[in-house]
T-cell receptor, first 118, second 110 residues
Framework: NAGVTQTPKFQVLKTGQSMTLQCAQD?????MSWYRQDPGMGLRLIHY???????DQGEVPNGYNVSRSTTEDFPLRLLSAAPSQTSVYFC?????????????????FGPGTRLTVL | QKEVEQDPGPLSVPEGAIVSLNCTYS??????FMWYRQYSRKGPELLMY????GNKEDGRFTAQVDKSSKYISLFIRDSQPSDSATYLC??????????FGRGTSLIVHP
């Protein structure tokens, strides 16, 4: 198992450019999430998905778009990059038991994408 | 006020010390409590998982949950330089996406 993979590892954009951060998992997990991590701010949830075709907003969704056409992939799109979107982005996936009671309901994180917007 | 509060540190201790990391929370509906460890330039990885109140021990690590006080702790015994990392607490209700604390940076110096 490769687990959760993210590409690219690093990216530099100019203000106004668009791009897609890729995330894939091979564990057949239903839940996938995107977080951004900024110094002193911890992990903040951007968008998440509870299954193919189902997405919802997290704490900081503005400026980002997601879709989930397959179980494996959950790309994050920056529509028009801004310097405030300079951050480290993490994708995570998890399995959720029906009652949410299992210890397997933990999140597995990818290695992150470091994005700088000039 | 954030749902989960965690002191960002840094916390600096000598090798061999007992480390105590803590989080407080405001949502009494949280049932599942996790601690993640994140090394520099890496993604977080699950360290400990606890359901409801009580203690859980795994090697040098002990997680405690006190739901009456809305307070969780992670203790590290005989701390090692390799324990130097950021520790994030996380908690959730049922099958909801977890809420994370800001993380505490721990430095264990030889």
């Amino acid at each position: 198992n490769a687990g959760v993979t993210q590409t690219p590892k690093f990216q530099v954009l100019k203000t106004g450019q668009s791009m897609t951060l890729q995330c894939a998992q091979d564990m057949n997990h239903e839940y996938m999430s995107w977080y951004r991590q900024d110094p002193g701010m911890g992990l903040r949830l951007i968008h998440y998905s509870v299954g193919a075709g189902i997405t919802d907003q997290g704490e900081v969704p503005n400026g980002y778009n997601v879709s989930r056409s397959t179980t494996e992939d959950f790309p994050l799109r920056l529509l028009s990059a801004a310097p405030s979107q300079t951050s480290v982005y993490f994708c995570a996936s998890s399995y959720h038991s029906p009652q949410g009671t299992g210890g397997t309901d933990t999140q597995y994180f990818g290695p992150g994408t470091r994005l700088t917007v000039l | 006020q954030k749902e989960v509060e965690q002191d960002p540190g840094p916390l600096s201790v000598p090798e061999g010390a007992i480390v105590s990391l803590n989080c407080t929370y405001s949502n009494s509906a949280f049932q599942y409590f996790m601690w993640y460890r994140q090394y520099s330039r890496k993604g977080p990885e699950l360290l400990m998982y606890t359901y409801s109140s009580g203690n859980k021990e795994d090697g040098r690590f002990t997680a405690q949950v006190d739901k009456s006080s809305k307070y969780i702790s992670l203790f590290i015994r005989d701390s090692q330089p390799s324990d130097s990392a950021t520790y994030l607490c996380a908690m959730r209700r049922g099958s909801y996406i977890p809420t994370f604390g800001r993380g505490t940076s721990l430095i264990v110096h030889p």
